[in-house]
């Protein structure tokens, strides 16, 4: 067999085995863990190459947010709203982006975004979340299982938290202590990274 052909057979080989394996989306059980069912294959060790970049910094009812993810172009794909020591999917996603789809998870059937085909997706694919109506945490953050590929994911990238806005109506209490707890964490290690890596 000639090297081209070798090649050629090679790539073909890949293409199939993303399409086989990350065929249309997250599996529902992967709700609440967002691990993808990838037998074998551990998520990525090193840090995401992906941030989040949102429209706004705090967030009210009735006001839509849009979420970008920004890095390379990616094929897979779950995305969820969250607090601090919580697994409830905050919010509903809108109409989704062309190569995704809402995975219809059993506590909210609009909580979560997934990847609909192995196409890729890039920094410039916008998704749209509704925050909720009631009782809003103090906190959310967005959280991503992001794939590049059948054997390359990274599990649980984080967004920098959204504040709820001090207009917001949405009926929640005020912030828990645990929250602001995590809070002050996050923000921190976030300012010691940029000090010390920068």
């Known amino acids: 067999m000639s090297l081209t052909n070798l090649s050629k057979l090679l790539a073909f080989s890949i293409l199939l085995r993303v399409s086989v394996q990350l065929p249309n989306g997250a599996p529902i059980s992967a709700c609440q863990s967002m691990m993808p069912v990838h037998q074998g294959i551990s998520p990525q060790p090193n840090p995401a190459p992906y941030i989040f970049k949102t429209s706004s910094s705090s967030y009210q009812s009735g006001k ?42 059993p506590e909210n059937p609009n909580g979560a975004i997934t990847h609909s085909n192995t196409n890729l997706k890039t920094q410039s694919t916008m998704y749209t979340w509704m925050p909720p109506d009631s009782n809003c945490p103090g906190v959310i953050f967005f959280v991503a299982t992001v794939a590049e590929a059948y054997d390359v994911y990274w599990l649980g990238v984080q967004s920098a938290v959204l504040w709820k806005d001090a207009a917001a109506t949405c009926g929640a209490s005020g912030i828990s202590w645990r929250e602001a707890l995590y809070t002050i964490m996050f923000l921190h290690m976030g300012m010691f990274l940029m000090f010390h890596f920068n």
């Open 64 to 105: 839509p947010i849009t979420v970008q993810i920004i890095g390379p172009a990616y094929r897979g794909l779950l995305l969820e709203a969250r607090t601090f020591q919580q697994t409830d999917l905050l919010g509903k996603w809108l109409q989704p982006p062309n190569n995704t789809k809402i995975l219809p998870c």
